[in-house]
């Protein structure tokens, strides 16, 4: 079992900067692809961007990017999403989520997220 904490949600003014944190318990972190979401009022969940156990394969929805850069410290078990040039329609919950897959392709059924956080606020206003 994973558990995920995200961190490092907040307001923030359009055009800045963010970066969330999410902190993941368990041995096993290194062998997970981790991935962020994102769900904004009235609307559905969506993918932001994900990344291999290694670090060395990212995606990430076409929306952010650009702006938002995926990272991993294995070491400390947590996963970051470092967000630039933030705008209004980047108001949301940001989620965190774990695969027991290497890698993790979205929008491609063959892939799941396994493990969820309880998310993180982040707001733009506009």
């Known amino acids: 079992q994973v558990q995920l904490v995200e961190s490092g949600g907040g307001l923030v003014q359009a055009g800045g900067s963010m970066r969330l944190s999410c902190a993941a318990s368990?041995?096993?972190?290194?062998?997970?692809?981790m991935g962020w979401f994102r769900q904004a009022p009235g609307k559905e969940r969506e993918f932001v961007a994900s990344i291999s156990w290694s670090g060395t394969s990212t995606y990430y929805v076409d929306s952010v990017k650009g702006r938002f850069t995926i990272s991993r410290d294995n070491a400390k078990n947590t996963v970051y999403l470092q967000m630039n040039g933030l705008k209004p329609e980047d108001t949301a919950v940001y989620y965190c989520?774990?695969?027991?897959?290497?890698?993790?392709?979205?929008?491609?059924?063959?892939?799941?997220?396994?493990?969820w956080g309880k998310g993180t606020l982040v707001t733009v206003p506009s």
């Open positions: 989520a774990a695969s027991r897959s290497v890698y993790y392709r979205p929008y491609d059924p063959r892939y799941d997220m396994d493990y």
């Open positions: 368990g041995r096993t972190f290194s062998s997970y692809a």
